[in-house]
């Protein structure tokens, strides 16, 4: 997928399924020990806010998950299902800047970013800053790198409809910065009418489908996909969890072919429920311009590889 005369591969990581930095996690360790390697996708950093946000998972000094086993997360390893509340957690763009490792980083990448404020205004304001931050640091980069705009979290506290219809208004204040921009988007609230609107605008060079789905959304019988319809994340403050992992495939291509039939030609990084080589075929079926890869990192990890060279190994258009 080359944007803005970039490439980025044909396959992606899923925002901060190796952290803010490509450090993993520790399961990824024995993974690897096995086999496990993510040579041929393109790093996508953990989603980074304005403002340094507790959320629900509490972090190291050096910014990786201070628990083994969150509780902010539950998984359901034989379904292939992961529900998480992370919440955001993040100690802000700026301290992730400075540490340095995005500007030492020598392939081409993405940081994915997103304001979690209460507002429009608000929200509005904090893009300005965001945007401001980084055009004051791109020169500092080594490699070329595009920002992923987070407008799906289910798991800030408000209503992720409403930063839907400010798509147009982030693209214009995000376009000064003159480098390759992503905007990512959830199924479960990104009308296809409201998305084939940015066919039209000049700075969105691609779309990112799906995020999670937010637990109790409509068009799933949790009772069965979950097993309850009451979330065992209930009790964090942002929001009941996202759902990713197996069922979201069929539900995410079919909603890429509904977007192409519609007209829609811009790029699409597509995924959810990506856990075999087949899953990529579907994708690439459906009309993905590429994939990224998510859960499979920690539902089958003996399969990244095969994911990755599937995706490498057919032609994207």
Known sequence: M?????????????????????EGYWFHQLSEMLGMDFTGMTFVSKTATLWAREGNMPLTEKYTPREYFPDCVKVKIWRGLMLNSVGLSNPGLKALLKTGQWQQRKEPFWISIMSAAETRWQRMQEFIKIVDIIGNSKDSFSTPFGLQINLSCPNTGHDPKNMISESADVLDLAG???????????????????????????????????????????????QKVWGSKTSPLEKFEYGKGGLSGSVLRPLVCQWIREIREAGFTKP???????????????????????????????????????????ANNLNWE
């Open 2 to 22: 080359k944007l803005r005369g970039i490439e980025f591969g044909n396959i992606l990581g899923a925002s901060g399924v190796q952290g803010f930095f490509g």
């Open 176 to 222: 000064g910065l003159e480098i390759p921009l992503m905007l990512k988007y959830s199924i479960a609230t990104a009308p296809i009418k409201t998305i084939m609107e940015l066919e039209r605008h000049p700075d969105c060079d691609a779309i990112c489908v799906s995020n999670t789905l937010p637990f109790g959304w409509e068009k799933l019988d949790w």
């Open 268 to 310: 699409i990084n597509g995924g959810g429920g990506i856990l075999s080589a087949k899953d990529v075929k579907l994708y690439h079926q459906a009309g993905a311009s590429s994939v990224f890869l998510g859960s499979a990192a920690a539902l089958r990890p003996l399969n990244v590889n095969s994911i990755i060279d599937q």
